[in-house]
C-alpha cells in the first residue's frame, strides 16, 4: 500500500510541476484564441479596379503579391537607392526567382493601390503577433480591405532542444488568400 501512495503522490507532483510549468503557455493559447475568434479576418470597405498594378514595400512583397494574386498583373516597389521596379509573375516555383520578371518601373502606367504588410507583437501578451494585410488607394487613402489575423509562438525558442517552436496562426494562410482573390474576382470595378 505505501508504494502505491508513493507512486501516486509521485505521478500527481509529476502532473502539478508539468502544469505549473506550462500554465504560461495554456494561458497565451487561451489569448491567442480569444483575438482569432474577435478580431481576425477578411474585411471589405470598398471597391476596386479589376486587373489593376499595386505598390508594395520592397521586392518580397511583390513577388509574393503578384504569385498568389493572378489578377495583379504586376506590383511595383521602390527600392533602395530610389529606383521603381515592376515584378510579373512568369509561372513556375514561386520560391525561385526565374519565376519572375524584374524590370525598371514604367512610370507612364500608373499604379492606383498600396498593399501594406504590418506585423507587430501585443504588448502584455505572450508571443503574440498580430498581422494585418491591407490595400489602399493612393489618391484617397481609402482602405479598401484589410485581412488581420494573429501568430502564437508555442514555446520560447530558446527553450527547445533545436532552438525552433511552431507557429500557429489564424486564420490559415491559406484562407487569406483565397478571401482576398475572391474580392478580386467579385462583382468590383471593371
Not at 32 to 52: L, P, R, T, V
Not at 60 to 69: G, I, L, M, P, Q
Not at 106 to 130: G, N, T
Not at 142 to 165: P, R
Request: glycine content about 6%; some cysteine; proline content about 3%.
Amino acid at each position: 500500500m505505501r508504494k502505491l501512495s508513493v507512486f501516486l503522490l509521485t505521478v500527481i507532483g509529476f502532473m502539478v510541476a508539468m502544469t505549473v510549468w506550462f500554465l504560461p503557455n495554456i494561458y497565451g493559447q487561451y489569448r491567442f484564441s480569444q483575438f482569432c475568434g474577435k478580431d481576425s479576418g477578411f474585411h471589405e470597405y470598398g471597391e476596386i479596379e479589376k486587373n489593376s498594378p499595386w505598390l508594395t514595400t520592397d521586392q518580397a512583397d511583390a513577388k509574393s503579391v503578384v504569385s498568389t494574386h493572378a489578377m495583379v498583373p504586376f506590383a511595383r516597389y521602390l527600392d533602395r537607392d530610389g529606383q521603381y521596379f515592376d515584378v510579373r509573375y512568369k509561372g513556375g516555383n514561386p520560391w525561385w526567382d526565374s519565376s519572375y520578371e524584374v524590370i525598371s518601373a514604367d512610370l507612364k502606367i500608373v499604379v492606383p493601390y498600396i498593399f501594406e504588410y504590418k506585423a507587430s507583437f501585443i504588448e502584455k501578451e505572450l508571443r503574440l503577433r498580430k498581422d494585418v494585410y491591407s490595400l489602399r488607394d493612393r489618391k484617397t487613402n481609402q482602405v479598401i480591405f484589410q485581412h488581420t489575423g494573429f501568430a502564437y509562438t508555442l514555446f520560447e525558442s530558446k527553450h527547445t532542444l533545436l532552438g525552433q517552436s511552431d507557429i500557429q496562426t489564424c486564420p490559415a494562410f491559406e484562407s487569406q488568400t483565397a478571401n482576398i482573390n475572391a474580392f478580386l474576382l467579385s462583382g468590383n470595378k471593371t
